[in-house]
Nanobody, 128 residues
Framework: VQLQASGGGLVQAGGSLRLSCAAS????????MGWFRQAPGKEREFVAA????????YYLDSVKGRFTISKDNAKNTVYLQMNSLKPEDTAVYYC??????????????????????WGQGTLVTVSS
């Protein structure tokens, strides 16, 4: 599976951006697709994830109500709609894919180490 992220850019605080992650290769029912971000000098952190089947979504608390993750199975694409952006949202955003085990714990999808495939990252800069 290869992932291609796009849609980053420079936006003023309060603005919106939509990130896209196009996947090539076979995405099966047990995949979770995630978005992570990494700001300068900080560790990579979980932002949002969605199950490929069922569309169950998970979010970082600080982006709930502002960000929406969605998918288009026919296009093998995952989106991250980001509204009401804040300067603290500035980071390189990465999409990732994970072929999950048959069962997993509640916080599994938040751990970057669990993800098998990563896109190249797209920079989001929010000016104040």
């Amino acid at each position: 599976v290869q992932l291609q992220a796009s849609g980053g850019g420079l936006v003023q605080a309060g603005g919106s951006l939509r990130l896209s992650c196009a996947a090539s290769g076979r995405i099966t029912s047990r995949y979770i697709m995630g978005w992570f971000r990494q700001a300068p000098g900080k560790e990579r952190e979980f932002v949002a994830a969605i199950s490929w089947t069922g569309g169950i979504t998970y979010y970082l608390d600080s982006v709930k109500g502002r960000f929406t993750i969605s998918k288009d199975n026919a296009k093998n694409t995952v989106y991250l709609q980001m509204n009401s952006l804040k300067p603290e949202d500035t980071a390189v955003y990465y999409c990732a894919a994970d072929h999950t085990p048959p069962t997993y714990g509640a916080s599994y999808y938040r751990r970057a180490l669990e993800y098998d495939y990563w896109g190249q990252g797209t920079l989001v800069t929010v000016s104040s």
